[in-house]
């Protein structure tokens, strides 16, 4: 069983930066990848970023140019780099990842397999 742990949430004021981590010992990277979601209260889960294992990386149109999503094998670890915080992006933040048996089988369909307990981001005005 893959463990996520997220780690590096917090408030900070609109304009402000927090860097998301996610340990993920264990974890074997494929091609499917990990993501990064986060969910604003009253509102349902969002898919905020993706990266493979040869560091492809998605974004939602509302994080473009201002989050980069990066991962550092050796350690296991991803991260979420959020820079020019908006009020808007205050949420939970939780890391996914997929199964590698499953994705290199071709049986993985689209819905990552492993998640973390969460992050609080909140950005203040």
């Known amino acids: 069983q893959v463990k996520l742990v997220e780690s590096g949430g917090g408030s900070v004021q609109a304009g402000g930066s927090l860097k998301l981590s996610c340990a993920a010992p264990?974890?074997?990277?494929?091609?499917?990848?990990m993501a990064w979601y986060r969910q604003a209260p009253g509102k349902e889960r969002e898919l905020v970023s993706t990266i493979t294992s040869n560091n492809s990386t998605t974004y939602v149109d509302s994080v473009k140019g201002r989050f980069t999503t990066s991962q550092d094998p050796a350690q296991h670890t991803l991260f979420l780099q959020m820079n020019s915080l908006k009020t808007e992006d205050t949420a939970v933040y939780y890391c996914?990842?997929?199964?590698?048996?499953?994705?290199?089988?071709?049986?993985?369909?689209?819905?990552?397999?492993?998640w973390g307990q969460g992050t609080q981001v909140t950005v203040s005005s």
């Open positions: 996914a990842a997929a199964d590698a048996y499953e994705c290199y089988s071709g049986s993985w369909l689209g819905e990552y397999n492993y």
């Open positions: 264990g974890y074997i990277p494929s091609e499917c990848g």
